[in-house]
């Protein structure tokens, strides 16, 4: 077993980088070039020259109004000026982002990796932490609600009883 080490990046900085888009969490070309320590050009490029192990689930490429919206979005990514506008970023899912890792082929990609899977674990984590905190705080919500009809119920009896007749 390898010797543990400060990771380069924290896990935290990255699971920042992970937003969610068409309903997948992913994270942007430009993001995850920085965190595999090469040029965004180089990481596209890897993709297309091994395009059969990058199906749509694993990478697509952001619609125009997609790539405005994350550009306007300072804390998703830096701003995407310095790209060619014709070619919108590739969002890469977390398997598509550790695909990467594999047609890249160099150390640091390959170590950036394991901190790339587990800042998406830790977003999965903390999501599931929500969920069950929504589903708690429904069942609190429904309790509650039972509670304030019998509390009615008691004093609907109460004002009746207090009535003369």
Do not use: W
């Not at 990046?9 to 997948?24: D, K, T």
């Amino acid at each position: 077993m390898a010797a543990r080490r400060a990771p380069l990046v924290p896990v935290e900085h990255i699971a920042q980088s992970i937003f969610v888009l068409r309903g997948q969490r992913i994270l942007l070309d430009v993001e995850l070039a920085r965190l595999y320590g090469v040029p965004t050009k180089a990481l596209n490029q890897a993709v297309k020259r091994n395009l059969e192990r990058f199906p749509d689930d694993f990478v697509f490429r952001l619609s125009r109004q997609e790539a405005e919206t994350c550009d306007r979005s300072q804390s998703v990514t830096g701003s995407q000026k310095h790209r060619d506008p014709r070619f919108p970023p590739y969002a890469f899912t977390e398997h598509g982002a550790i695909m990467a890792a594999t047609v890249l082929n160099s150390a640091r990609a390959v170590e950036m990796s394991l901190y790339v899977v587990r800042a998406f674990v830790k977003l999965r984590e903390v999501l599931t932490s929500n969920k069950q905190l929504a589903e708690q705080l429904k069942q609190l919500e429904r309790k509650l609600q039972t509670h304030d009809k019998a509390i009615l119920s008691i004093l609907r009896a109460i004002r009746e009883l207090m009535n003369p007749r």
